[in-house]
Nanobody
Framework: QVRLVETGGGLVQPGGSLRLSCAAS????????MGWHRQVPGKQRELVAQ???????DYADSVKGRFTISRDDAENTVYLQMDSLKSEDTAVYYC??????????WGQGTQVTVSS
């Protein structure tokens, strides 16, 4: 079982930055994908960024060049650095770990609001 706890959300002005953190506890052996998704009311949850097989990084087109995903294996933590934030980035952001077996683990979510 893997427990994920996200921190770092909040209110920021357009053009500003936030850094989200996702700390994992429990057994992460066999986890082959770590990432961030986001969801706004009335819409499907969408992938924002992920690291697969420890190496490959993928980003949604809408965040390329503005968001950066990284990991700290010593701390079992995944980060999402978000720069040049726009109002359309407003959403609840969820951390997601996926096991080789296909089992997915989710955090509780953290609200990001971009508004002046």
């Amino acid at each position: 079982q893997v427990r994920l706890v996200e921190t770092g959300g909040g209110l920021v002005q357009p053009g500003g930055s936030l850094r989200l953190s996702c700390a994992a506890s429990g057994s992460i052996f066999g986890i082959n994908a770590m990432g961030w998704h986001r969801q706004v009311p009335g819409k499907q949850r969408e992938l924002v960024a992920q690291i697969t097989s420890g190496i490959s990084r993928d980003y949604a087109d809408s965040v390329k060049g503005r968001f950066t995903i990284s990991r700290d294996d010593a701390e079992n933590t995944v980060y999402l650095q978000m720069d040049s934030l726009k109002s359309e980035d407003t959403a609840v952001y969820y951390c997601n770990f996926r096991h080789l077996s296909g089992v997915a683990y989710w955090g509780q979510g953290t609200q990001v609001t971009v508004s002046s």
